[in-house]
């Protein structure tokens, strides 16, 4: 990993819209007054998800002078935390974990897969701007491995078959149903429970 | 107090300290990078690891408080290892390039890693790369030596009060940088260069110049502003190579202002080098013998109340005492005077052209009323005690003008007369707190005293302050920041010609009643030349120059002993650093040899003796100042005027600062951020 640096290809001006500036205010309210600039972190997430998955210059700008505080202290967060998205990464951000787990059931079969469909490289868009993948480190569903992250759903028990075609559905506009693609439910056992069996609810 | 021990050796400290102070108090120096007294504590760079007892871990010093019966080890082996395996982590990265590095020589990692360093090293990987970063045309940056100490975040936050230096990224992967790599907006900017541990962030007009054990290093006294900061010059041969900060705790701790370090590059530029005439508009070069001699004849045929002398913004009090000596008694002319314009001045007693408080003073204060001042530029190093202030007590401060950015919150009203006459009139919510306040500090600043109502300002604040007892011996609140350098010096010295405080030698001037006008070193006067005969000493071919019809090449600050009294009417010397050029000579001595010219007497026979009766003066006069009693002007006519604070130009405002080519480029990057609109 090295130092990722903000886009440059900039917009011109950003600003809330009415749903993120309720969601702010909520933030805010939640501190001392004074000291609303622990919010910074929370209100970059909303920026960045207001911005389809990315957060440009004037957003850092507009939170600064939101929370008064200097620019640099909100471009310094912005830069030290990985899922801040300094660049445009498509309006469906995929993130394919690669950390062991996921690595040992074939997530590279995934990223192959997603080098196919969306760009050669990591962090590019694909050619019609609205995606890009990345590789990640652990999403926590290592019961699911493999699987990816497409926004805020998560794609579990994949292959490189189902991927392609759940990128396909990306690629066409249609979000596909989140979840296993083996049939199971959350993370149950696959080929039925094994012990609890008493238990009718577990 | 504590007891503990340091090494084996029983100390006892004040409570509070940490264990790196503790150590110091015991006398054992302990490496460091990261912490400095005037700032923070970070504790990042774990250079100060030290054994405590009963720890099973080193210790970072600059981080741990120091506690009651604490046993601390700073020479053991464990300790020698702990910081060997510090330095060694700081290397990895640290590029191998001293040899073509400004900070060589002076460098605080090469002289730890001549304790701590490893010989070779272990590492194959490749060093980290860090692009060069813009932060303004005073700082040059080297960012791949950077090791991360913060000290340049932390003095940019805290002491500048301009958040705009910050660290971005990670890991391995931080880097140091201002906002978008824009230029720091502070006149303290270059401050950070001296607080860099290693060769990061250098200086950029001094870039690859000298090395610091080939110059001459000469203890002195700034003169770009009245505040009298303690300086160092540093010189090469003639040239003066650099300024630097020298620590005095009542002045400018160890900050200077970036005039004040970079206006000198103006003494290489624009000099007088020789004696010229003026014939048919051209300078021609001329001998001193020749100027002496026309000067002689113009004066022998002038009537002595046609002649006038006026001093200008950076000359030492010698030269001052001397040219009024040589009106007085060798011309026999009392129209001497250092204002430039029409400053009010009531010079019945000392207290009303100093600051009274003291810059140390300032801290103490619980409430600021600004007159007319911003103090950002009229004196940096001041504004930061005021922002330490209110840093320290969160001090009320309110201006009567907004001025804009002073780094510290402040209230404004809205720069009418009118406030000053309900706040002296018991009329308004800044009356009650001047009166409620212990240590009020009121601050006339230049503006409030070149108005048209400048006596009604000052005169009806005075008689209020002193109604309501805060003008005592104990604390005076009443407080003027001075113009220049040698304003309070030329005021302690007489150089005025007042009845009621307007400048008369001025009116008269402008109204082309004199016939001769012997400027020295005056270069900010604004006056249409008509058929005076001017005579212009001073060492820099500007504005005085510009209207003159003979010059005399003077010298300037670096390059004579002499005399400075700064705002709080502190004496200090400036010493001779490098010397006048070519035919230029010190200002006191052209003046002594033009009376022996004129009379063949000198006034003084050598500068010793001009020393000891200058100070002889200044004793008697400061003596006889603390017999008269304060008194104040009652009944001054008030007129309706709205203030308005001239917009100084910061980095032209004196013959120095325009000749030098640095202070050109801080003009042009400031004006440069104001057309992007970038800066907010």
């Given at each position: 990993?090295?130092?990722r640096r903000?886009?440059?290809?900039?917009?011109?001006?950003f600003?809330f819209n009415?749903?993120?500036l309720?969601?702010?205010?909520l933030?805010?309210?939640k501190y001392?007054k004074?000291?609303?600039q622990?919010a910074?972190m929370a209100?970059?997430?909303?920026?960045?998800k207001?911005?389809?998955?990315?957060?440009p210059?004037?957003?850092m700008?507009y939170i600064?002078?939101?929370?008064?505080m200097p620019?640099?202290?909100?471009y310094e967060?912005?830069?030290?935390?990985t899922?801040y998205?300094?660049a445009?990464?498509g309006?469906?951000f995929?993130?394919v974990?690669?950390?062991t787990?996921?690595m040992i059931?074939?997530a590279?079969?995934?990223?192959?897969?997603?080098?196919?469909?969306?760009?050669?490289?990591?962090?590019?868009?694909s050619k019609?701007?609205?995606?890009?993948?990345?590789?990640?480190?652990?999403?926590?569903?290592?019961?699911n491995?493999p699987?990816?992250?497409?926004n805020?759903?998560y794609?579990?028990?994949?292959d490189?078959?189902?991927?392609l075609k759940?990128?396909?559905?990306i690629l066409?506009?249609?979000?596909?149903?989140p979840?296993s693609?083996?049939?199971?439910l959350n993370?149950?056992?696959?080929?039925?429970r094994?012990?609890?069996?008493?238990?009718?609810?577990? | 107090?504590l007891?503990?021990k340091?090494?084996?050796?029983?100390?006892?400290?004040?409570e509070?300290?940490?264990?790196l102070?503790?150590?110091?108090?015991?006398?054992?120096?302990?490496?460091?990078?990261?912490y400095h007294?005037?700032l923070?504590?970070?504790?990042?760079?774990?250079?100060?690891?030290?054994?405590?007892?009963k720890?099973p871990?080193?210790?970072?010093?600059c981080a741990?408080?120091?506690a009651e019966?604490?046993?601390?080890?700073t020479n053991?082996e464990?300790?020698?290892?702990?910081?060997k395996?510090v330095m060694?982590?700081?290397l990895?990265?640290?590029p191998?390039?001293?040899?073509?590095?400004?900070q060589?020589g002076e460098c605080?990692l090469?002289?730890q890693s001549?304790?701590y360093?490893?010989?070779?090293?272990?590492y194959?990987?490749?060093?980290?790369?860090?692009?060069?970063?813009n932060?303004?045309?005073?700082i040059?940056?080297q960012m791949?030596?950077?090791?991360h100490?913060t000290?340049?975040v932390?003095?940019?936050?805290?002491v500048?009060?301009v958040?705009?230096?910050g660290?971005?990224?990670?890991?391995?992967?931080m880097e140091?940088t201002?906002y978008l790599?824009?230029s720091?907006?502070?006149?303290?900017?270059?401050?950070v260069?001296?607080?860099?541990?290693?060769?990061?962030l250098?200086?950029k007009?001094y870039?690859?110049e000298?090395?610091?054990?080939e110059?001459?290093k000469?203890e002195?006294?700034?003169?770009?502003d009245?505040?009298g900061?303690?300086i160092?010059?540093d010189?090469?041969?003639?040239?003066?190579k650099r300024i630097?900060?020298?620590?005095n705790e009542?002045i400018n701790?160890?900050?200077?202002?970036?005039?004040?370090?970079?206006?000198?590059?103006?003494?290489?530029?624009?000099?007088l080098?020789?004696?010229y005439i003026?014939y048919?508009?051209?300078?021609?070069?001329a001998?001193?013998n020749e100027?002496?001699?026309?000067?002689k004849?113009?004066?022998?045929?002038?009537d002595?109340?046609?002649i006038?002398?006026?001093?200008g913004?950076?000359i030492n009090?010698e030269?001052l005492?001397?040219?009024?000596?040589?009106?007085?008694?060798?011309?026999?002319s009392y129209?001497?005077e250092?204002r430039s314009d029409?400053?009010?001045?009531n010079?019945?007693k000392?207290?009303n052209?100093?600051f009274?408080?003291?810059i140390?003073?300032?801290?103490e204060?619980?409430f600021?009323l600004l007159?007319?001042?911003?103090p950002?530029y009229?004196?940096?190093?001041?504004?930061?005690?005021i922002?330490?202030?209110y840093l320290?007590?969160?001090?009320k401060i309110?201006?009567l003008?907004?001025?804009?950015?002073?780094t510290?919150?402040y209230?404004?009203?809205?720069g009418?007369?009118?406030?000053?006459?309900?706040i002296t009139?018991d009329?308004h919510e800044?009356?009650s707190l001047?009166?409620?306040?212990?240590k009020?500090l009121?601050i006339?600043?230049?503006?409030s005293?070149?108005?048209?109502?400048?006596?009604?300002?000052f005169e009806?604040?005075k008689s209020?302050?002193?109604?309501?007892?805060?003008m005592?011996?104990e604390w005076n609140s009443?407080?003027?920041?001075?113009?220049?350098?040698?304003t309070?010096?030329?005021?302690?010295?007489g150089l005025?010609?007042?009845?009621?405080?307007s400048?008369?030698?001025?009116?008269?001037l402008?109204?082309?009643m004199?016939?001769i006008?012997?400027?020295l070193?005056?270069?900010n006067?604004?006056?249409e030349?008509k058929?005076e005969?001017?005579?212009?000493q001073?060492?820099?071919g500007d504005k005085?120059a510009?209207i003159a019809?003979?010059i005399?090449?003077?010298a300037?600050?670096?390059e004579q002993?002499g005399?400075?009294t700064?705002?709080?009417g502190?004496?200090?010397k400036a010493?001779?650093?490098?010397f006048?050029?070519?035919?230029?000579?010190?200002?006191?001595?052209?003046?002594?040899?033009l009376?022996e010219?004129?009379?063949?007497r000198?006034?003084?026979?050598?500068?010793?003796?001009?020393?000891?009766?200058?100070?002889n003066?200044?004793?008697?006069f400061?003596e006889k100042d603390?017999?008269i009693?304060?008194?104040?002007?009652?009944?001054?006519?008030?007129?309706?005027?709205?203030l308005?604070?001239?917009?100084e130009d910061?980095y032209?405002s004196?013959?120095?600062?325009?000749?030098?080519?640095t202070?050109?480029?801080?003009?042009t990057?400031?004006v440069?951020?104001?057309l992007?609109?970038?800066?907010g």
């Open positions: 990993m090295s130092l903000p886009s440059k290809n900039q917009p011109e001006d600003d009415p749903a993120s309720a969601a702010a205010k933030i805010i309210a001392p004074d000291k609303q622990s910074v209100l970059l997430y909303i920026a960045q207001q911005n389809s998955n990315w957060i210059l004037v957003a700008k600064g002078k939101f929370l008064d620019y640099i202290k909100v967060v912005a830069t030290f935390y899922m998205n300094l445009p990464v309006k469906n995929i993130q974990c690669t950390t787990p996921c059931r074939g590279y079969k995934l990223v192959e897969a997603c080098k196919e469909k969306i760009s050669e490289n990591e962090n590019e868009l019609d701007q609205s995606c890009s993948w990345m590789e990640v480190e652990c999403l926590g569903a290592c019961v491995a699987m990816l992250q497409i805020d759903d794609y579990e028990d994949l490189k078959e189902k991927t759940i990128l396909d559905k066409t506009g249609e979000t596909p149903k979840g693609y083996r049939g199971r993370n149950e056992p696959e080929n039925n094994k012990t609890l069996m008493d238990l009718k609810n577990a | 107090m007891k503990l340091v090494n084996e050796i029983d100390i006892e400290v004040e509070g300290l940490t264990v102070q503790a150590c110091e108090k015991a006398g054992v120096e302990i490496p460091r990078f990261c007294e005037k923070s504590i970070a504790g990042n760079c774990r250079m100060c690891l030290v054994e405590l007892e720890s871990k080193p210790v970072a010093s741990m408080p120091a019966g604490m046993n601390i080890k053991t464990f300790v020698e290892k702990a910081r395996g060694e982590f700081l990895a990265n640290h191998l390039d001293c040899p073509v590095c400004d060589g605080d090469q002289d001549m304790f360093g490893v010989d070779k090293s272990r194959k990987e490749n060093k980290r790369a860090v692009s060069e970063k932060m303004g045309p005073l040059k940056t791949t030596r950077c090791i100490c000290r340049c932390r003095f940019a936050t805290e500048a009060g958040t705009e230096i660290a971005i990224g990670r890991g391995e992967d140091i201002t790599e824009q720091m907006q502070s006149e303290l900017s270059a401050n260069v001296d607080l860099c541990p290693v060769g990061a250098t200086s007009p870039v690859f000298a090395r610091p054990w110059l001459k000469t002195s006294i700034d003169v770009m009245a505040i900061s303690n160092r010059v010189t090469y041969g003639w040239e003066v630097l900060p020298r620590i009542d701790e160890e900050w200077i202002s970036d005039k004040t370090r970079y206006a000198c590059d103006g003494l290489l530029n624009q000099r080098d020789t004696p003026k048919n508009g051209k300078f021609e070069k001998s001193w100027v002496f001699n026309i000067i004849s113009k004066f022998k045929n002038a002595k109340n046609k006038c002398g006026m001093s913004d950076l009090m030269s005492y001397i040219f009024k000596e040589f009106f007085n008694k060798t011309l026999g129209n001497v250092s029409h400053t009010y001045l010079s019945k000392r207290e052209y100093l009274n408080s003291t140390n003073g300032i801290e204060a619980d600021i007159i007319g001042s911003n950002r009229e004196a940096t190093i001041l504004n930061a005690r922002r330490k202030a320290q007590n969160k001090t309110i201006s003008n907004d001025v804009g950015d002073l510290y919150p209230e404004s009203l809205d009418d007369i009118e406030n000053i006459k309900k009139e009329n800044v009356s001047i009166k409620e306040a212990k009020p009121i006339f600043g230049q503006s005293l070149k108005t048209k109502s400048a006596k009604y300002i009806s604040v209020f302050l002193k109604k309501n007892n805060k005592s011996d009443l407080n003027t920041i001075s113009e220049n350098a040698s309070v010096g030329s005021f302690d010295l005025y010609k007042t009845v009621d405080g400048n008369e030698v001025l009116k008269d402008e109204n082309h004199f016939e006008v012997y400027l070193g005056v270069d006067l604004k006056f030349k058929n005969f001017v005579i212009y001073g060492s820099h005085g510009e019809d003979i005399l090449p003077g300037a600050y670096t002993n005399y400075f700064n705002l709080e502190k004496i200090q010493y001779k650093a490098s006048p050029p070519e035919e230029a000579k010190e200002d006191w001595l052209i003046i002594n040899e009376a010219a004129m009379n063949h000198k006034l003084f026979n050598d500068k010793d003796e001009l020393d000891s009766s200058l100070l003066q200044i004793n008697l400061i603390k017999s009693k304060s008194s104040t002007v009652e009944n001054v006519e008030f007129k309706q005027e709205i308005k604070i001239e917009n910061y032209y004196n013959a120095i600062a325009r000749a030098s080519k202070m050109l480029e801080c003009k990057a400031k440069n951020l104001k992007t609109g970038t800066e």
